[in-house]
T-cell receptor, first 115, second 112 residues
Framework: DTGVSQDPRHKITKRGQNVTFRCDPI?????LYWYRQTLGQGPEFLTY????????KSRLLSDRFSAERPKGSFSTLEIQRTEQGDSAMYLC?????????????FGPGTRLTVL | DQQVKQNSPSLSVQEGRISILNCDYT??????FLWYKKYPAEGPTFLIS?????DKNEDGRFTVFLNKSAKHLSLHIVPSQPGDSAVYFC???????????FGPGTRLSVLP
């Protein structure tokens, strides 16, 4: 399977714990995106990378959230001191830069539940 | 304030008939629009897109119409099939932005 993969698919944690999610994009894609989706809503943009550079961050990305893409391939999203409001589906997407507009391919998501 | 709205949370259509999903937006700077389809336990899948320089784009059974003056777009599926049953998201971006703004989605059920 050469699509976008995310790990883990599900994570249950207690409030105050730190969690880290991983995203592996489609191999030739140089752009990688993180979104958050809550029940009944569409995905909300969090941040995106072009290669290893983080080019845009949403104001939704509080200082408890940090994303990295150290070698321009996979990415991690860490949430520190989780809160119940962080419970959501975290989606990763990737695309190939070089076009004015480009289709983003989504992974299956990581569902986070904070107890 | 939602910049992309899909006012119908759900829609049921008979197999073989037309499905029309609607989307309204408030940001006049949006110039690129997409529709994504999402099945349970999967990420959204790209369906079709349209640039603001066009008013229609067609791909097989799927056609997207854009009315810029009304800030409205619609997705037509003809003929509808049971496999089309999914949640459909409208999304928009401005300039060369990578920040797609998604609507809340419409759940389409195609009844056999």
């Amino acid at each position: 399977d050469t699509g976008v993969s995310q790990d883990p698919r599900h994570k249950i944690t207690k409030r105050g714990q730190n969690v880290t999610f991983r995203c592996d994009p489609i191999s030739e894609h140089n752009r990688l995106y993180w979104y958050r989706q809550t029940l009944g809503q569409g995905p909300e943009f969090l941040t995106y990378f072009q290669n290893e550079a983080q080019l845009e961050k949403s104001r939704l990305l509080s200082d408890r959230f940090s994303a990295e893409r150290p070698k321009g391939s996979f990415s991690t999203l860490e949430i520190q001191r989780t809160e119940q409001g962080d419970s959501a589906m975290y989606l990763c997407a990737s695309s190939l830069a070089g076009f004015s507009y480009n289709e983003q391919f989504f992974g299956p998501g990581t569902r986070l539940t904070v107890l | 304030d939602q910049q992309v709205k899909q006012n119908s949370p759900s829609l049921s259509v008979q197999e073989g008939r037309i499905s029309i999903l609607n989307c309204d937006y408030t940001n006049s700077m949006f110039d690129y629009f997409l529709w994504y389809k999402k099945y349970p336990a999967e990420g959204p899948t790209f369906l079709i897109s349209i640039s603001s320089i066009k008013d229609k784009n067609e791909d097989g059974r799927f056609t997207v119409f854009l009315n810029k003056s009304a800030k409205h777009l619609s997705l037509h599926i003809v003929p509808s099939q049971p496999g089309d049953s999914a949640v459909y998201f409208c999304a928009a971006s401005e300039g060369n932005g990578q920040n797609f703004v998604f609507g809340p989605g419409t759940r389409l059920s195609v009844l056999p």
